[in-house]
């Protein structure tokens, strides 16, 4: 029994693989590559004639004008923030008025701590009893 196989006859297969169906196959490939090709070249052709038509490519050039309102850029803004320091100092060391109909004063802000600390701050009667 050696070198008796279970199957005696090895050999190769013996009929063609059909040529219609490959054929066939080939053909509905092409078919579909064409139909494909179409689809993409009309969307590709209207999105180009669309996008051409007027339309803003970016909704926010919809606007002629972008220019921001002044100040734009500042020339000197060391010069800029002494000022406004110079400015804040006043408005904290004088008296003025904020609402002259309305009798309300601004006070210094050295003035205005002294009387605060005159007054005393509100304090909870639970805290005093302790």
Do not use: C
Request: charged share 20%; hydrophobic share 40%.
């Amino acid at each position: 029994m050696e070198g008796h196989l279970p199957y005696s006859s090895v050999g190769h297969e013996e009929r063609d693989a059909g040529v219609r169906p490959i054929v066939l196959t080939g053909i509905g490939l092409a078919l579909v590559l064409v139909v494909v090709g179409v689809i993409v070249y009309v969307t590709f052709h209207y999105l180009t004639v669309r996008s051409a038509s007027g339309l803003p490519s970016n909704p926010m050039a919809v606007f002629d004008s972008q220019i921001p309102p002044a100040p734009r850029i500042e020339e000197h803004p060391a010069i800029d923030i002494q000022q406004l320091h110079a400015q804040e100092e006043q408005t904290l060391s004088t008296y003025g008025w904020v609402d002259k109909s309305k009798g309300v004063v601004r006070i210094p802000l050295q003035r205005a701590m002294e009387l605060k600390m005159g007054r005393g701050f509100p304090t909870r009667k639970e805290a005093a009893k302790k």
